[in-house]
């Protein structure tokens, strides 16, 4: 299983962490440093939850999310 992120975005669009937030994302925590947890983990326009799901739901989350969850690269 892979630990991660189910994240709920209260306003479309809104940014945080170096991606952008379109309704609910699911982020393995592998993928986020520390900062970036810190700041999604503190952020009151997300909501977020802490979950392990089997590796191919994860696959499929991530699929319909758009596989890079918004990344900007900053």
């Given at each position: 299983?892979?630990?991660?992120?189910?994240?709920?975005?209260?306003?479309?669009?809104?940014?945080?962490?170096?991606?952008?937030?379109?309704?609910?994302?699911?982020?393995?925590v592998?993928?986020?440093?520390?900062?970036?947890?810190e700041?999604?983990?503190?952020?009151?326009?997300?909501v977020?939850?802490?979950?392990?799901?089997?590796?191919?739901?994860?696959?499929?989350?991530?699929?319909?999310?758009?596989?890079?969850?918004?990344?900007?690269?900053?």
């Amino acid at each position: 299983s892979l630990e991660g992120r189910i994240t709920e975005a209260q306003r479309d669009g809104f940014r945080r962490a170096g991606r952008e937030w379109h309704g609910t994302s699911f982020v393995p925590v592998d993928e986020l440093n520390r900062r970036q947890y810190e700041q999604l983990t503190s952020e009151p326009l997300l909501v977020t939850q802490l979950m392990e799901v089997p590796e191919e739901q994860a696959g499929e989350l991530a699929a319909r999310d758009g596989a890079d969850g918004g990344e900007t690269g900053t």
